[in-house]
């Protein structure tokens, strides 16, 4: 998901350009659009998304990633309005993906599963609906389709620290501790190592205490 910041920061400049000017300018574009997601910048997404628009009409690329910025801003409904304007395609896992972010932000775990389940079967080496879906197994309480699918996700991108801390957190949850303890002992790091593991034992508190309430969309 990462771009590389050189590339990024060169796009402004050519992005001032029309595009019958500069064919490569689309492209180009998104990708400062989404660094700008990446630097937590998304009000400068959505602003160069309201300009990208004028140039681009309806483009499915970027109408994904209006959802996405306006999830990173909080703004739930709005976005999950936009996603569902978004058009059905099964083989679109981009589609299903971002529904099932709108989803999980609802904290509606069951929807956000059926969402990822369909995103993985049109995507399945994307290592983060992988992560995504094996997060939201881990909400419901469904511990060992989330270790697999998060074991899935660990292997397609080994050095992400976010699915390495997330299976890290299932295996906690789930009581597999000795295999969740092999794991942390990767981070070389002792401090580090200490506080992610108290991070995640808070984490795995809370997850079993919302488990404990009457589950239903919302919970």
């Given at each position: 998901m990462l771009?590389p910041?050189?590339?990024?920061?060169?796009?402004?400049?050519?992005?001032?350009?029309?595009p019958?000017?500069?064919p490569?300018?689309?492209?180009?574009?998104?990708?400062?659009?989404?660094?700008?997601?990446?630097?937590?910048?998304a009000?400068?997404?959505?602003a160069?998304?309201?300009?990208?628009?004028?140039?681009?009409?309806?483009?499915?690329?970027?109408?994904?990633?209006?959802?996405?910025?306006?999830?990173?801003?909080?703004?739930?409904?709005e976005?999950?309005?936009l996603a569902?304007?978004l058009?059905?395609d099964?083989?679109?896992?981009?589609?299903?993906a971002?529904?099932g972010?709108?989803?999980?932000a609802?904290?509606?775990?069951?929807?956000a599963?059926?969402?990822?389940?369909?995103?993985?079967?049109?995507r399945?080496?994307?290592?983060?609906?992988?992560?995504?879906?094996?997060?939201?197994?881990?909400?419901?309480?469904?511990?060992s389709?989330?270790?697999?699918?998060l074991?899935?996700?660990a292997?397609l991108?080994?050095?992400?620290?976010?699915?390495r801390?997330?299976?890290?957190?299932?295996?906690?949850?789930?009581?597999q501790?000795?295999?969740?303890?092999?794991?942390?002992?990767?981070?070389?790091?002792?401090?580090?190592?200490?506080?992610?593991r108290?991070?995640?034992?808070?984490?795995?508190?809370?997850?079993?205490?919302?488990?404990?309430?009457p589950?239903?969309k919302?919970?």
């Amino acid at each position: 998901m990462l771009l590389p910041l050189t590339l990024a920061l060169s796009v402004p400049a050519q992005a001032e350009h029309s595009p019958n000017d500069a064919p490569s300018t689309r492209p180009l574009y998104l990708q400062l659009i989404q660094q700008a997601r990446i630097d937590g910048r998304a009000r400068a997404a959505l602003a160069y998304l309201d300009d990208f628009d004028r140039r681009y009409p309806n483009d499915l690329e970027a109408r994904i990633l209006r959802v996405n910025s306006l999830l990173d801003l909080g703004k739930v409904e709005e976005a999950g309005t936009l996603a569902q304007a978004l058009p059905d395609d099964p083989r679109n896992g981009a589609v299903s993906a971002v529904r099932g972010h709108v989803a999980a932000a609802r904290s509606d775990w069951n929807g956000a599963i059926g969402y990822y389940q369909a995103a993985r079967s049109a995507r399945p080496a994307d290592p983060f609906i992988r992560n995504a879906l094996g997060y939201a197994f881990l909400r419901v309480g469904r511990y060992s389709e989330s270790i697999d699918a998060l074991k899935g996700a660990a292997d397609l991108a080994p050095g992400d620290e976010v699915i390495r801390n997330n299976l890290i957190l299932a295996l906690m949850a789930a009581g597999q501790d000795a295999e969740a303890n092999r794991t942390l002992r990767g981070i070389r790091d002792a401090d580090a190592r200490a506080d992610l593991r108290k991070t995640l034992l808070a984490e795995v508190g809370r997850i079993h205490l919302s488990l404990s309430r009457p589950q239903g969309k919302g919970s």
